[in-house]
């Protein structure tokens, strides 16, 4: 799927984007690098909704997660039940691409729904394991912060969605990657507009110390 494809999808970029830079001055001329702010967690944990949220408040934008558009389509051809490592390869490369074709663009701050680091769990849900190669990307993910959501609210089955018996459970596990790892990270949790406040209060924190 093109850029192009994908952005029409899913009506996106929210927001306005710059010159084309994907960097923001500090007031004095200078330019630094837009802030990247991820989401990770299990289907249902609000990623989306939140990300959605704070795009609109800050006008910026959303790299959307690949993986639930590339399974909308595998789930009704005959592989739906069958995997293997390529496939979350691909996604992953993919992501990837995508997120580095909006910071391009970006403005301040880009919003990311899912990176290469939920695809290697979403490989961990359906094969048991993750490839090399598929850990390696993985561990690029640099964020300037990334908040961890947690699945503490109503399964919300929407037809693409995997089912509620998983989501607690791989919400736990991702969490305790990421602590395994010493990877930094804020959790959110509880109703949307605490969420929503709590990333917002976040976010604007982090720009303020931005020389």
């Not at 006008?59 to 039940?81: G, I, L, M, N, Q």
């Not at 919400?171 to 959790?187: K, M, P, Q």
Request: net charge neutral.
């Amino acid at each position: 799927m093109s850029l192009g494809t994908w952005q029409t999808l899913l009506k996106l970029p929210l927001g306005e984007p710059n010159k084309g830079v994907g960097r923001f001055s500090n007031g004095g001329g200078d330019r630094v690098p837009v802030l990247r702010i991820g989401f990770v967690g299990s289907e249902c944990s609000g990623k989306t909704t939140v990300a959605r949220a704070l795009a609109e408040h800050l006008r910026a934008w959303v790299v959307p997660e690949y993986f639930r558009f590339y399974w909308d389509a595998k789930r009704s051809t005959d592989s739906a039940a069958k995997w293997v490592d390529s496939e979350f390869l691909h996604m992953a490369e993919t992501q990837q691409m995508f997120e580095e074709s909006y910071a391009s663009r970006a403005d301040r701050v880009l919003l990311c729904d899912g990176d290469a680091s939920m695809i290697d769990a979403w490989s961990r849900r359906y094969l048991g394991r993750s490839s090399p190669a598929l850990i390696a990307l993985a561990s690029k993910c640099a964020r300037d912060l990334l908040f961890w959501c947690a699945p503490d609210f109503p399964f919300v089955d929407d037809g693409v969605r995997d089912g509620e018996a998983i989501r607690v459970a791989m919400g736990d596990d991702i969490r305790t990657r990421l602590r395994d790892a010493g990877v930094t990270f804020v959790e959110l949790s509880g109703p949307p507009e605490r969420r929503f406040a709590r990333a917002r209060d976040e976010i604007e924190a982090l720009l303020a110390r931005r020389p």
